[in-house]
């Protein structure tokens, strides 16, 4: 088994900058892909961006220059910079993790980006 425990969300004003942290516990194959998922109020759920254990990295177009996202393959841990955030990045943001065996997904963490 699997675990996913996020952490960072909050409120920011447009312009600012928050981190997420999602930490992945328990049975985690070598070879895997995770990363960052959002979804608006009516809309569907959208990939952010994700990174795998073998160096592929993918942003949503509207995220690129703005959003970073990183590991720490020692600590099974990713993250998520966000930067310059704009209101329409306002969303439920979940971690996600994928191996050949499974496909895993946080709680959820609100992100609201409002003056």
């Known amino acids: 088994q699997v675990q996913l425990v996020e952490s960072g969300g909050g409120l920011v004003q447009p312009g600012g900058s928050l981190r997420l942290s999602c930490a992945a516990s328990g049975s985690i194959f070598v070879i895997n892909t995770m990363g960052w998922y959002r979804q608006a109020p009516g809309k569907e759920r959208e990939l952010v961006a994700r990174d795998s254990s073998i160096g592929s990295t993918n942003y949503a177009d509207s995220v690129k220059g703005r959003f970073i996202i990183s590991r720490d393959n020692t600590k099974n841990v990713v993250y998520l910079q966000m930067n310059n955030l704009k209101s329409e990045d306002t969303a439920v943001y979940y971690c996600?993790?994928?191996?050949?065996?499974?496909?895993?997904w946080g709680q959820g963490t609100q992100v609201t980006v409002s003056s």
């Open positions: 996600n993790y994928a191996d050949k065996f499974l496909t895993l």
